[in-house]
């Protein structure tokens, strides 16, 4: 009985922790989108932006140039599509986890349509001096470092769930995590993206995860609870 009260209260330091981790996320990228959206667009200061860009000019060479080309590719549609299809395709058939088919979805959907949303509300033309080539679409916020947010991060919601071995755990994470940086980095670096871009598309990306993953464990957690008990019923 003692152990068992003991694991209890365990579990539920653990969770009280990782919920206090979750919606401080949250907290901090409202606060960094808020921040940036004001100071670009009501306090029109962009000296910043174009300071990092200076700043970058002396550290371009070609071989960081085709780095940074693989990299970016990693956060556009033609990679995160089939990366999310094959995701919902595990969790459908090879684990049979019906909410995490669910998430992935609703999770890439609903961020796309976010970053259309804000792009055109925004209307912030794109940096008129690429690197390579110019980027079509509207600048704020990043839609690779938004999208990239939500896919990397929703791994890292999975990985820490479901990966037991600390090391494999912490890795995965780390490495994913850095992933999304240097995502948000290689606009910034191509000439796409201002960096004030990239830091909006990173907080709204961690807004959109935190709210999409709570609004569909509320709803599975529903579903299990009034929904599934009466169809078994029936």
Same mark, same amino acid.
């Given at each position: ?15 009280? $922790? ?8 949250? *907290? ?14 009501? &306090?029109?200061?962009?000296? &910043? ?6 700043? *970058? ?9 085709? =780095? ?14 089939? /990366? ?17 088919? =669910?998430? $992935?979805?609703? $999770? ?22 690429? !690197? ?12 690779? /470092? ?8 929703? !791994?890292?919601? !999975? ?14 994470? $780390? ?14 670096? *191509? ?19 935190? !709210?999409?993953?709570? =609004? =569909? ?15 078994? /019923?029936?």
């Amino acid at each position: 009985m003692k152990r068992q009260i003991k694991k209890f209260f365990a579990q539920l330091a653990l969770l009280s $922790v990782e919920l206090l981790i979750v919606w401080l996320v949250f *907290l901090v990228s409202f606060i960094i989108f808020v921040y940036v959206a004001f100071r670009i667009f009501y &306090f029109k200061k962009e000296s &910043f932006d174009f300071a990092v860009f200076d700043f *970058l000019r002396s550290y371009v060479t070609d071989t960081t140039t085709s =780095i940074m080309q693989f990299i970016t590719y990693l956060g556009t549609h033609h990679f995160l599509i089939p /990366a999310n299809l094959i995701l919902i395709a595990y969790f459908l058939f090879i684990k049979k986890h019906r909410w995490y088919s =669910i998430k $992935v979805p609703v $999770v890439a959907l609903g961020g796309v349509s976010l970053m259309f949303l804000l792009k055109f509300l925004f209307n912030r033309p794109r940096p008129l001096i690429p !690197l390579l080539h110019e980027a079509k679409g509207l600048s704020f916020p990043s839609g690779h /470092a938004l999208m990239s947010f939500s896919f990397y991060g929703l !791994l890292i919601y !999975l990985i820490w769930h479901h990966v037991t071995r600390p090391w494999l755990k912490w890795s995965l994470i $780390v490495f994913l995590l850095l992933l999304i940086l240097l995502i948000g980095f290689s606009r910034i670096y *191509l000439r796409v993206h201002y960096a004030s871009d990239v830091m909006a598309g990173f907080a709204m990306g961690a807004i959109w995860l935190v !709210l999409s993953i709570w =609004i =569909i464990r509320r709803i599975e957690n529903y579903s299990r609870k009034e929904i599934e008990p009466e169809l078994h /019923a029936g």
